[in-house]
């Protein structure tokens, strides 16, 4: 079964500073990772998308990679503003066709001034 | 910028009662997909939908459940009898073409069974 599993469910930090969430997912055939930020009540937004061959990529402040081989990924976000506070929610796309995705449970980012 | 809207945001209904979802995908969007998320969990694949039939379905989407795409612009969900374990977020996304494309996902619309 196609899981995506995320750390930590939930973190405070400070504004300016930096933090790290992690995601680890057993789907197969792997098509892409995708990282969304879901504010409380709104749809989704995407912030990357990857494919096997991408280990890095970057949208503004944030910047996400994957290992493909260890089935692993990260989003770092850097200088953290208010406005980061949401559900950051790591969702990993299955099939030649790609287009069914698995999300996993999020992370729950609170930054306070 | 063109996004995916849905209505209504909010729909109350009483159990066993027809629910019709709508969402409006961005224009030239090809592929339609319908995501719910009950409340403090995952979202979790519904269903998508290409070129007037469904592509892919879970194991959620049962015969309660069917979509349509009624004219060229609406996309909608529609829960036969409607169960108290159907509450929750309805969320509708489009894609252009499938693969690495990016899904927009609309605002949601939240459904209480009572």
């Known amino acids: 079964k196609n899981q995506v599993e995320q750390s930590p469910q939930s973190l405070i930090i400070l504004e300016g500073k930096n933090c790290t969430l992690q995601?680890?997912?057993?789907?197969?055939?792997?098509?892409?990772l995708r990282w969304y930020k879901q504010d409380t009540g709104r749809g989704p937004v995407s912030l990357t998308i990857m494919t096997f061959s991408e280990n890095t990529k970057s949208n503004g402040r944030y910047t996400a990679t994957l290992d493909a081989d260890t089935k692993q990924s990260s989003l770092h976000i850097t200088a953290s503003q208010l406005s980061d506070s949401a559900s950051y929610i790591c969702v990993v796309s299955a099939g030649a066709a790609g287009n069914k995705l698995t999300f996993g449970g999020g992370t729950r980012v609170l930054v306070k001034p | 910028e063109p996004e995916v809207t849905q209505t209504p945001s909010h729909q109350v209904t009483q159990m066993g009662q027809e629910v019709i979802l709508r969402c409006v995908p961005i224009s030239n969007h090809l592929y339609f997909y319908w995501y719910r998320q009950i409340l403090g969990q995952k979202v979790e694949f519904l269903v998508s939908?290409?070129?007037?039939?469904?592509?892919?379905k879970s194991e959620i989407f049962d015969d309660q459940f069917s979509v349509e795409r009624p004219d060229g612009s609406n996309f909608t969900l529609k829960i036969r009898s409607t169960k108290l374990e159907d509450s929750a977020m309805y969320f509708c996304a489009s894609t252009r073409t499938q693969g690495t494309y990016e899904q927009y996902f609309g605002p949601g619309t939240r459904l209480t069974v009572t």
């Open positions: 939908f290409y070129n007037n039939e469904i592509s892919e």
């Open positions: 995601c680890n997912y057993t789907v197969s055939p792997f098509s892409n």
